[in-house]
T-cell receptor
Framework: GAVVSQHPSWVICKSGTSVKIECRSL??????MFWYRQFPKQSLMLMAT?????????EQGVEKDKFLINHASLTLSTLTVTSAHPEDSSFYIC????????????FGPGTRLTVL | EDQVTQSPEALRLQEGESSSLNCSYT??????LFWYRQDPGKGPEFLFT???AGEEKEKERLKATLTKKESFLHITAPKPEDSATYLC?????????????FGAGTQVVVTP
């Protein structure tokens, strides 16, 4: 159980285009989903927390207009990187957690974004 | 400020050579401490959750323990397939959304 999928697994795009990444919890309902960014040989950096039906909460320094998050249902959250630039190239990973309390986060396989 | 520190940064082991990884934290009133394994180019894979000092959990060659200030991940008689980066994360009680704070990870390489 506790499977989280991400799509696509990798994407290459031109500078200035927008890219959408989907995150789905396949066998459980995730009240909260998290989006992380990871640079090579570094740990995960939390970008934002999203809860179904409400606006995402962004971490300090993360541009909410650049990284649009939509948590449309209890099993789906999307991250859209708008007007992507080469510096946005990174490994993006989502995780899904159950409701508050002693909850574990289950991670997706990640999406490698390369902006040319 | 809450902090999570993992040591060592990297560990090279011979197959069968047991060792331990450390995760120290300064969160007040820990809500949970989590261990993950991450292979290159993949998302973290959940291993263990520990909630209170004295708690221990085991899975195959891995055993996680928790004290009030740190956690250890013991790898017993490791095999090459145990090579990965091991991440620990803590969850503070003040965060209603259950946010994690991750350590930088320990990269483990097990050679035959």
């Amino acid at each position: 159980g506790a499977v989280v999928s991400q799509h696509p697994s990798w994407v290459i795009c031109k500078s200035g285009t927008s890219v959408k990444i989907e995150c789905r919890s396949l066998d459980f309902q995730a009240t909260t989903m998290f989006w992380y960014r990871q640079f090579p040989k570094q740990s995960l950096m939390l970008m934002a927390t999203s809860n179904e039906g409400s606006k995402a909460t962004y971490e300090q320094g993360v541009e909410k207009d650049k990284f649009l998050i939509n948590h449309a249902s209890l099993t789906l959250s999307t991250l859209t990187v708008t007007s992507a630039h080469p510096e946005d190239s990174s490994f993006y990973i989502c995780s899904a957690g159950t409701s508050g309390g002693q909850d574990t986060q289950y991670f997706g396989p990640g999406t490698r974004l390369t902006v040319l | 400020e809450d902090q999570v520190t993992q040591s060592p940064e990297a560990l090279r082991l011979q197959e069968g050579e047991s060792s331990s990884l450390n995760c120290s934290y300064t969160v007040s009133g820990l809500r949970g401490l989590f261990w993950y394994r991450q292979d290159p180019g993949k998302g973290p894979e959940f291993l263990f959750t520990l909630y209170s000092a004295g708690e221990e959990k085991e899975k195959e060659r891995l055993k996680a323990t928790l004290t009030k200030k740190e956690s250890f991940l013991h790898i017993t008689a490791p095999k090459p397939e145990d090579s990965a980066t091991y991440l620990c994360a803590v969850q503070a009680p003040t965060d209603s959304w259950g946010k994690f704070q991750f350590g930088a990870g320990t990269q483990v390489v097990v050679t035959p």
